[in-house]
């Protein structure tokens, strides 16, 4: 079965750092564009960052400076580093990977952040 889980989130501070993983049960980060994104509460998924194959990132204005997203050497797993979050960070982060044609999201980890 294909899927994507991710992991790393929890409560952490203004002004703290928090690192998510994204493991994949197929190396689909090696052939497609995968990327990051989140949710808050009342408002739409949003794109956060995004990684393709060869390595090209590109960001969400929002965390530009802040987040970085890289990709482990085995390719079934990425990561998100978030750093000096803001309680507008605060959302539920998924993980979107593509395999054989079909798009996959993970079941999202939790990221608070208080003031």
């Known amino acids: 079965q294909v899927q994507v889980v991710e992991s790393g989130g929890g409560l952490v501070q203004a002004g703290g750092s928090l690192r998510l993983s994204c493991v994949a049960s197929?190396?689909?980060?090696?052939?497609?564009?995968m990327g990051w994104y989140r949710q808050a509460p009342g408002k739409q998924r949003e794109l956060v960052a995004t990684?393709?194959?060869?390595?090209?990132?590109n960001y969400a204005d929002s965390v530009k400076g802040r987040f970085t997203i890289s990709r482990a050497s085995a390719k079934k797993t990425a990561y998100l580093q978030m750093n000096s979050l803001k309680p507008e960070d605060t959302a539920v982060y998924y993980c979107?990977?593509?395999?054989?044609?079909?798009?996959?999201w993970g079941q999202g980890t939790q990221v608070t952040v208080s003031s």
């Open positions: 979107n990977g593509r395999w054989d044609g079909v798009n996959y």
């Open positions: 990684l393709t194959p060869g390595g090209s990132t």
């Open positions: 197929e190396p689909m980060f090696s052939f497609n564009t």
